[in-house]
């Protein structure tokens, strides 16, 4: 129980302490231990994880979502370098793709396609594919060439040379390594990106790509099931909670309530 305590202490998310019990629950299973631990009960247990998600709930920060006109300002002040290359390439195919962070800096010049319909982005396991099916992502070409995943992804890799491996780089000045960007220099690009048209680094994450494609989408009348597919959401829930903080002034009742 101190555990978790602890867990929570440290500004972990309800969500991952969860996560954290039932790595704990499965290397017990494995074992095959007929006796928990002293103080290690699995009511009690269920009843301080409840606790713990109702009093994030007072205390939860949500980070802001990047919006299509944020994104718009954005990739059009990125220079003509390398890293200003990469970096446009991977705010627009985040955004466009509903992708999370780590699905970004994991991606690999394997799994992408180009065909007229658009560019297919296949990933062979996700955060809610734990069977590794893997899914296809589609994102069609858009009619300006600024904003355009899959031009800025064709001008990243041919500037980078990149005809095998990870897509996403570190680059040190103007050499491109060769190895894949983990998951917090994806946040930390994000970050600079939103710092360079003004914004609070603060108030955003790698997390605001994804959350940004999902309210763009909803704003845009696109329905549930295309956004869904998109992201690989299972959970609808997670979506609504998204566009229910999005659309908050899409028709919204208190609109000329007064008459003026």
């Known amino acids: 129980m101190g555990f978790f305590a602890h867990l929570e202490a440290e ?8 996560r954290a019990y039932s790595a704990i629950l499965a290397v017990l299973r494995e074992s095959n231990r007929d006796v928990w631990p002293p103080g290690f009960r699995p009511y009690s247990i269920k009843q301080a994880l409840s606790k713990i998600r109702r009093d994030a709930t007072h205390r939860v920060v949500r980070k802001r979502a990047l919006t299509d006109v ?3 300002q954005i990739v059009s002040q990125l220079g003509s370098d390398r890293r200003s290359m990469r970096d446009r390439a991977l705010i627009l195919v985040g955004v466009m793709g509903g992708f999370r962070r780590s699905e970004l800096a994991a991606l690999d010049i394997d799994m992408l396609s180009v065909s007229d319909d658009g560019l297919s982005v296949f990933l062979p396991r996700s955060k809610t594919d734990q069977e590794g099916e893997g899914r296809i992502v589609g994102i069609v070409a858009q009619k300006d060439e600024r904003v355009c995943a899959i031009h800025a992804i064709g001008e ?15 680059v040190f000045r103007s050499t491109v390594l060769d190895r894949s960007l983990d998951g917090r220099t994806v946040a930390r690009i994000v970050k600079s990106a939103v710092a360079s048209i003004g914004l609070d680094v603060e ?19 696109k329905s549930l099931d295309s956004i869904m597919k998109q992201t690989g959401h299972r959970s609808v829930k997670q979506v609504l909670d998204y566009i229910r903080h999005a659309t908050v002034f899409v028709d919204n009742a208190s609109k000329d309530f007064m008459g003026t």
């Not at 955003?204 to 845009?220: D, E, I, N």
């Open 203 to 221: 108030d955003f994450s790698g997390h605001s790509l994804r959350s940004g494609f999902v309210t763009t989408a909803a704003k845009q009348g």
């Open 156 to 170: 990243w890799t041919e500037a980078a040379h990149i005809e095998k491996g990870p897509v996403f780089r570190p």
């Open 70 to 72: 944020e994104v718009a």
């Open 11 to 18: 500004g972990n998310a309800p969500s991952s302490i969860e």
